[in-house]
């Protein structure tokens, strides 16, 4: 069914009004309907449509319209941390999926406003700030020029979500321990790594908490929707079946996807808890389980508050659940125990990026970078991609870069970069 702007920003004030019946709590948002394309472009530019230009904006921009062309897959919504915050709707979206799309966001704006990984991200302030980071971007440009800048930002780009886990200000992204202790970046290079590392620090929590705060809008997206009226019953049906699609879809993995799909996970996350929660308050307690006084909704509202997908895994999955959603099978070495303790470390997206600690800024006393990569069995670093990252590395480091991992030790410098079995300590290019 087509619908009129005056029907969405009519069902968009109930959508709203509907989610804070239920408790919700969103920033105020101003909807926007835009084109495939123009998605693309906001999806390259993680709904910040004020940030400084890099040509791999525009690659990505092009791969996701090519991927909603050939496969039919993409954004059907995007929403803003910002407070008042903006959201976009694709204009070719029935009303069906407009609907479920805009009370989704209000799930995903009440998640922002309250999960505490989000308390630094200044949301009031992040369009303003991101449009100052452009316009000085623009002016290193027009100074140092625009190849010099670009390999600059490509070069900070690549090591950009490189950190320990679990990073805080007293354990620095490696990004920053470049722009601060490097020794031979020009002023106007450290610059553009603080505005670098600044823009990414808004954009971690969002990777912290990926599959939280996808599946906190899609548990709450049709309850938002069944408070709404005015919806035709052939509408709520569709919606129902769009639901059912986004929420309750398993991963095809035999064709390569990645087993925790994000609404799926987090959705069921947050329905067994609550139902266990509710159990519990009922006064049925299986032996040697702990209460602490709360109804299954009321533990929702605290897990999103408090809450990242790692700590969540490691607090609140269970084997059954995790049986349920084929993330665990009895194939895998050690078993439920094993799984249990290394599964939280790569749950989410923060955790498919390596897990980095800087353990030297100063090797052999002539300012060799030494790194340390935290890895298991399950996360081996791709060698060719290894390889590119160090090089980019080095690239700003400008001495020599050393990796150690469980297996190889990389070391990087202006001949290329070179890898070392590690048990063999002779070869090592260490003291």
Same mark, same amino acid.
């Given at each position: 069914m087509r619908w009129t702007l005056a029907t969405l920003r009519d069902f968009g004030e109930r959508i709203e009004d509907a989610a804070r019946g239920l408790g919700l709590d969103p920033y105020p948002v101003r909807f926007e309907i835009i084109s495939p394309r123009e998605m693309a472009e906001e999806e390259a530019l993680l709904a910040m449509p004020t940030r400084y230009s890099h040509w791999s904006f525009g690659k990505a921009a092009d791969l996701s319209e090519t991927a909603r062309g050939f496969f039919g897959f993409g954004a059907a919504e995007i929403v803003a941390n910002a407070n008042p915050s903006r959201a976009v709707l694709l204009d070719d979206n029935p009303l069906e999926l407009q609907l479920l799309v805009m009370a989704h966001v209000m799930g995903h704006l009440d998640f922002f406003?309250?999960?505490?990984?989000?308390?630094?991200?200044?949301?009031?302030?992040?369009?303003?700030?991101?449009?100052?980071?452009?316009?000085?971007?623009?002016?290193?440009?027009?100074?140092?020029?625009?190849?010099?800048?670009?390999?600059?930002?490509?070069?900070?780009?690549?090591?950009?979500?490189?950190?320990?886990?679990?990073? @805080?200000?007293?354990?620095?992204?490696? =990004?920053?321990? #470049? !722009?601060?202790?490097?020794?031979?970046?020009? +002023?106007?290079? %450290?610059?553009?790594?603080?505005?670098?590392?600044?823009?990414?620090?808004?954009?971690?929590?969002?990777?912290?908490?990926?599959?939280?705060?996808?599946?906190?809008? @899609?548990?709450?997206?049709?309850?938002? =929707?069944?408070? #709404? !009226?005015?919806?035709?019953?052939?509408?709520? +049906?569709?919606? %129902?079946?769009?639901?059912?699609?986004?929420?309750?879809?398993?991963?095809?993995?035999?064709?390569?996807?990645?087993?925790?799909?994000?609404?799926?996970?987090?959705?069921?996350?947050?329905?067994?808890?609550?139902?266990?929660?509710?159990?519990?308050?009922?006064?049925?307690?299986?032996?040697?389980?702990?209460?602490?006084?709360?109804?299954g909704r009321e533990k929702l509202f605290l897990v999103r508050k408090v809450e990242s997908d790692a700590s969540a895994a490691a607090n609140y999955l269970t084997e059954p659940l995790a049986r349920h959603l084929l993330l665990f099978s009895d194939g895998i070495e050690g078993g439920w125990p094993a799984f249990a303790e290394f599964f939280p470390k790569m749950f989410g997206l923060l955790g498919s990026f390596p897990q980095l600690e800087t353990v030297?800024?100063?090797?052999?006393?002539?300012?060799?970078?030494?790194?340390?990569?935290?890895?298991?069995?399950?996360?081996?670093?791709?060698?060719?991609?290894?390889?590119?990252?160090?090089?980019?590395?080095?690239?700003?480091?400008?001495?020599?870069?050393?990796?150690?991992?469980?297996?190889?030790?990389?070391?990087?410098?202006?001949?290329?970069?070179k890898?070392?079995?590690?048990?063999?300590?002779?070869?090592l290019p260490l003291p």
């Open positions: 406003h309250h999960n505490r990984h989000f308390r630094e991200t200044q949301p009031e302030t992040v369009l303003d700030r991101m449009a100052a980071n452009r316009r000085r971007v623009g002016e290193i440009r027009r100074a140092m020029g625009e190849r010099a800048v670009e390999r600059v930002l490509s070069a900070a780009h690549t090591i950009r979500f490189a950190r320990p886990f679990p990073s @805080s200000k007293n354990r620095p992204s490696l =990004l920053r321990i #470049v !722009s601060e202790q490097g020794r031979d970046l020009a +002023d106007w290079e %450290r610059e553009l790594l603080r505005l670098v590392d600044e823009e990414t620090e808004y954009f971690v929590p969002q990777l912290e908490t990926k599959v939280l705060n996808e599946g906190w809008a @899609s548990y709450w997206q049709l309850k938002i =929707l069944e408070r #709404v !009226s005015g919806i035709e019953d052939r509408i709520r +049906d569709a919606m %129902r079946i769009a639901h059912a699609g986004i929420a309750l879809r398993f991963p095809n993995t035999e064709e390569g996807e990645n087993p925790i799909q994000p609404y799926l996970v987090g959705f069921r996350l947050f329905q067994d808890i609550e139902c266990r929660w509710d159990r519990k308050a009922s006064g049925i307690l299986q032996q040697g389980e702990l209460w602490d006084g709360l109804t030297s800024t100063n090797l052999r006393n002539q300012g060799w970078l030494l790194l340390e990569h935290f890895g298991d069995e399950f996360r081996e670093l791709d060698a060719d991609d290894t390889r590119w990252t160090l090089m980019h590395l080095f690239s700003l480091w400008r001495r020599p870069v050393v990796l150690r991992t469980g297996k190889w030790v990389y070391a990087a410098d202006a001949e290329g970069v890898i070392f079995d590690a048990e063999k300590s002779q070869q």
